[in-house]
């Protein structure tokens, strides 16, 4: 059965530094999303990509977060200067339709120290 | 705006015995509703999910929910609990349409601890 997967699976890193996160989708879905989870709290929403583009953004997804597809195959998440409060798991979900089931990675564990 | 309300933080059952865990979301529209799991350290599995027809959806490992639009509830249900069920469940909330643009609006999720 397809899988999302994502790397790496645990990203260590200090305050300042940028980190990318990637996430290959199941081949022949269209839609892709980023979530968070910081540790004991809720999934959170950051953002969707859909043809090449955002297409909704939370309000978590400031001007320090940004996502490409830069090869068609890998969809990543860019976080430019990282903050002690970006640490949580971040999980990668595709589908392959608009509001169909989303299928998710097994997540990267961001630390920053 | 869409938003998910699970009120049990924590459930404690004993192996065989049945389970009821409790989902109430708001949507001003007609909602996909879905139930994930996480084991410790995973990351999120579906369980089942409502679209649309049948309120009383069957999903993996035995589980079932129920749509009552009424009560603006999707409680996740099962009859007989392993202890291999012992994870922490998320419900989640999708808009059909609207300005959502598909993301997944989650509860703060009900972690399940089964005894022997």
């Known amino acids: 059965e397809p899988e999302v997967t994502q790397t790496p699976s645990h990203q260590v890193t200090q305050m300042g530094q940028e980190v990318i996160l990637r996430c290959v989708p199941i081949?022949?879905?269209?839609?892709f999303y980023w979530y968070r989870q910081i540790l004991g709290q809720k999934v959170e929403f950051l953002v969707s990509?859909?043809?090449?583009?955002?297409?909704?953004k939370s309000e978590i997804f400031d001007d320090q977060f940004s996502v490409e597809r830069p090869d068609g195959s890998n969809f990543t998440l860019k976080i430019r200067s990282t903050k002690l409060e970006d640490s949580a798991m971040y999980f990668c979900?595709?589908?392959?339709?608009?509001?169909?089931?989303?299928?998710f990675g097994p997540g990267t564990r961001l630390t920053v120290l | 705006a869409q938003s998910v309300t699970q009120p049990d933080i924590h459930i404690t059952v004993s192996e065989g015995a049945s389970l009821e865990l409790r989902c109430n979301y708001s949507?001003?529209?007609?909602?996909?509703l879905f139930w994930y799991v996480q084991s410790p350290g995973q990351g999120l599995q579906l369980l089942l999910k409502y679209f649309s027809g049948d309120t009383l959806v069957q999903g993996i490992k035995g589980f079932e929910a129920e749509f009552k639009r009424s009560q603006s509830s999707f409680n996740l249900r099962k009859p007989s609990v392993h202890w291999s069920d012992a994870a922490e469940y998320f419900c989640?909330?999708?808009?059909?349409?609207?300005?959502?643009?598909?993301?997944?609006?989650f509860g703060q999720g009900t972690i399940l601890t089964v005894h022997p």
């Open positions: 989640a909330v999708v808009g059909a349409g609207g300005t959502s643009y598909g993301k997944l609006t």
């Open positions: 081949s022949n879905h269209l839609y």
């Open positions: 990509f859909y043809n090449n583009e955002i297409s909704e």
């Open positions: 949507y001003g529209a007609t909602p996909y």
């Open positions: 979900a595709t589908n392959r339709q608009f509001a169909d089931t989303q299928y």
